[in-house]
């Protein structure tokens, strides 16, 4: 079975720009979150949904919002880009949501997104 | 709040010889513990993880890390090294009774390098 695919593997931007990211999860998960990896450091969690809802969202600026699809499947968008922006985006897809319980997360290969 | 310390940003060990990775952990009571690994260009393969019993944990690859709630640590081991292992290592805590990847903090990081 495949697992989580992510689309671009790379990308480059300039500042200003608008960029869309795009996850497809693995077949019957329902669950998807992102995180932004910045060079050195460990993934900071960026939002996770579920059945087409949001149900968290860290700390990052209103230029960064995303959907989920009724496929399961997830875009993160990225207004105005900062040279800070530049990242390793990476996509996670669990099997479900369910508020006291672990979900085990199985992370995609991410998006390099660099900006210019 | 969570946090997670690796004091550890590179560590170099010889092929063959045994390894210890140092992770520390801020929370208030005991929380859920994960070891991921990140090969260069690829995202997080869950090595282990630790939510109650046991305090000794296995995971794959020959892994293994043990919780001490003393030193609020959970420190990953491994007997012999091989080449392969060669990758970014990181310590993350989570929030028991929370499904959302919101309630995962990832530590930044143990960049291992493997002398032949």
């Known amino acids: 079975d495949a697992g989580v695919t992510q689309s671009p593997t790379h990308l480059i931007k300039t500042r200003g720009q608008h960029v869309t990211l795009r996850c497809s999860p693995i077949?019957?998960?329902?669950?998807v979150s992102w995180y932004q990896q910045v060079l050195g450091q460990g993934p900071q969690f960026i939002f996770q949904?579920?059945?087409?809802?949001?149900?968290g969202r860290g700390n990052f600026p209103d230029r960064f919002s995303a959907r989920q699809f009724p496929n399961y499947s997830s875009e993160l968008n990225v207004n105005a880009l900062l040279l800070g922006d530049s990242a390793l985006y990476l996509c996670?897809?669990?099997?479900?949501?369910?508020?006291?319980?672990?979900?085990?997360?199985?992370f995609g290969d991410g998006t390099r997104l660099s900006i210019l | 709040a969570q946090s997670v310390t690796q004091p550890d940003i590179h560590i170099t060990v010889s092929e063959g010889a045994s390894l210890e990775l140092r992770c520390n952990y801020s929370y208030g009571a005991t929380p859920y513990l994960f070891w991921y690994v990140q090969s260069p260009g690829q995202g997080l393969q869950l090595l282990l993880k630790y939510f109650s019993g046991d305090t000794l944990v296995q995971g794959i690859k020959g892994f293994e890390a043990e919780f001490k709630r003393s030193q609020s640590s959970f420190n990953l081991r491994k007997p012999s090294v091989h080449w392969s292992d060669a990758a970014e290592y990181f310590c993350a805590v989570g929030a028991p009774g929370y499904s959302s990847a919101s309630k995962i903090i990832f530590g930044s990081g143990t960049r291992l390098s493997i002398r032949p």
């Open positions: 077949s019957g998960h329902k669950s």
């Open positions: 949904y579920y059945e087409k809802e949001e149900r």
């Open positions: 996670a897809s669990s099997p479900d949501y369910k508020a006291g319980g672990y979900q085990p997360q199985h």
